[in-house]
Every structure is written in C-alpha cells, then in structure tokens.
C-alpha cells in the first residue's frame, strides 16, 4: 500500500474508468483510493451512470454510503424501488441486494464510499 498522502483535486481531474460487470453505460473514478492515495481506511468514487445505463444487480459483504452530486436515478435496495436525485443521500448495508438505473435524460452522479480492500469482510 502507499504510504497515505493528502490530496487536493477536483474530480474531474481524475480519469474515470469503464464499470465492468453487468453495468450498462457506467464510468468510475476512483477519486481517493488505496493504491494512489494511501487511503487508509475508505475508498471514494464517483459513480456516473449515462441515461438509459444502469449499474450492476448484485450483492457484497460491504457496505455503500452514497450521496447524489446530480442527476435522477432510482436504486433498487432488496426489491424496493427509491427515487433519488441531487442531495439524496443512500446507505446500503452489507449483504443486501442493489442497484442504481439513471431515470432521466441527463447523467446521473454520485459519491459511492466502500472500504479499503484491508478492510474488506470475508
């Protein structure tokens, strides 16, 4: 791991990445993150899903804290359907079933904080 850092960007300024996995239309930027930034203890991403585009159905034994920057979304949290938009924020809790679908006609943004792979439960 490297040796923690501070940091000051803006999110733009890092890449953003292809979501893989059962994503439809979904980017990722690992904005702080343990392997460039040190993070010590949680990862912060930006989630940006384009309209028509949703991320995975799926499950994990970590949990999701989640802001929305922007956007209309709806997330599914085990077989309830939310509507969210910008300052909504949403906690998943672990081992539940998940998913966010942009509901509108404009990119749909939010923070997706997750621990650290150290951190990560068995």
């Not at 384009?50 to 209309?72: D, L, R, S």
């Not at 085990?78 to 998943?92: K, L």
Request: glycine share 10%; proline share 9%; charged share 20%.
């Amino acid at each position: 791991m490297t040796e923690p850092t501070a940091k000051v960007c803006h999110y733009t300024d890092v890449p953003s990445e292809v979501y893989g996995d059962g994503a439809l239309r979904v980017t990722v930027r690992w904005i702080i993150d343990e392997e460039k930034d040190g993070a010590p203890v949680y990862a912060l991403r930006v989630i940006e899903v384009a309209p028509g585009g949703h991320t995975p159905n799926h499950t994990h034994p970590f949990e999701h804290e989640n802001y929305v920057m922007e956007g209309k979304g709806r997330v599914q949290i085990d077989g309830a359907w939310h509507a969210v938009g910008a300052g909504d924020v949403v906690f998943v809790p672990p081992n539940t079933q998940h998913t966010y679908v942009n509901a509108g006609d404009a990119p749909f943004k939010f923070l997706c904080g997750i621990p650290v792979s150290g951190l990560m439960p068995k």
